[in-house]
């Protein structure tokens, strides 16, 4: 199967990735302008014009208008499609090269590139999510320490759990001017 890949830029900045098929197998003919049978292959084909992606990117659109926080179920005002174009493949595969900074592309003159300061955030977060994980653990090691009375231990553990604590506020961050920059900043 083929598909056409397509970025689309929304009110906020961010470029969302589409992946459009140009041939599907299916009982029936699929929703939108364009598909033929070829009954040579017994596939659904379609060559995706642009009216059609711009079908697809409304359709999409909708339920983009609607979205939730994931954090807390609440309704974030949704976004609104400000344009779109055609992406290389080479763009495409740009989007899962740094999977956790793929929220900070922007799509800027035609070139798909990362905004440093939304890469910053996405750093943050990739760090807080590594403290989710590792306080609760540092936790239960501190508790253990503090019950058996070995101070040292303790405080060796607190220090740690400190750097945790502060680590999406190092001012590191700040000062990082690429991706690869950021991903230099750990805890450890």
């Known amino acids: 199967m083929s598909e056409i890949h397509v970025a689309v830029t929304v009110s906020d900045g961010e470029v969302y990735r589409l992946a459009i098929q140009t041939e599907l197998r299916a009982p029936s003919r ?9 009954e040579k292959r017994a596939i659904w084909t379609n060559p995706v014009g642009d009216a059609y992606v711009e079908y697809f990117i409304a359709r999409n659109e909708r339920q983009w208008g609607r979205r939730k926080d994931s954090r807390t179920g609440e309704q974030s005002g949704g976004v609104a ?7 290389t493949l080479a763009e495409w595969s740009q989007f899962d090269a740094d999977r956790p900074y ?3 592309l922007r799509d800027v003159e035609g070139k798909i590139e990362y905004d440093i300061e939304a ?3 996405c750093h943050r977060n990739v ?5 989710a994980v590792r306080l609760p653990e540092l936790d239960i090691l501190w508790m253990r320490a503090i019950a058996s009375g070995d101070a040292e231990r303790a405080k060796e553990l607190e220090a740690e759990r400190q750097k945790w604590r502060d680590a999406p506020i190092d001012p590191r961050i700040d000062a990082a001017q690429s991706v690869e920059e950021l991903k230099k900043i750990t805890v450890e």
Do not use: I, Q
């Not at 699929?30 to 070829?38: A, E, Q, R, S």
């Not at 760090?127 to 403290?131: D, K, N, P, Q």
């Open 30 to 38: 699929p929703k939108g302008d364009g598909w033929t049978f070829d």
């Open 81 to 87: 499609v400000m344009s779109w174009r055609r992406l």
């Open 102 to 104: 793929r929220n900070a």
């Open 119 to 121: 890469a910053r955030e």
């Open 127 to 131: 760090l807080r999510l590594g403290r």
